[in-house]
């Protein structure tokens, strides 16, 4: 459960289940009707795989400054 809880606060974590919340959806569904055959999930897993390799990871974080005197 503790890695389950660490992984999911993680930004990119974060950033994948809500860019691609469908394909995973799909996937989840899929494994609970082919239970004894996992194998025939695999356009579906594929789907999410491919959605989660086009989210950019999270930027480093942004730090707002005055601008300068005179500038």
């Given at each position: 459960?503790?890695i389950?809880?660490?992984?999911?606060?993680?930004p990119?974590i974060?950033?994948?289940r809500?860019?691609?919340?469908?394909?995973?959806?799909?996937f989840?569904?899929?494994?609970?009707?082919n239970?004894?055959?996992?194998?025939?999930?695999?356009?579906?897993?594929r789907?999410?795989?491919?959605?989660?390799?086009?989210v950019p990871?999270?930027?480093?974080?942004?730090?707002?400054?005055?601008?300068?005197?005179g500038?």
């Amino acid at each position: 459960m503790s890695i389950a809880r660490c992984t999911s606060s993680h930004p990119i974590i974060r950033r994948i289940r809500q860019a691609c919340a469908e394909p995973f959806e799909a996937f989840e569904e899929c494994l609970r009707q082919n239970e004894a055959a996992t194998s025939n999930c695999t356009e579906q897993v594929r789907r999410f795989l491919q959605c989660a390799e086009q989210v950019p990871p999270p930027g480093p974080p942004t730090i707002q400054t005055e601008p300068l005197p005179g500038t």
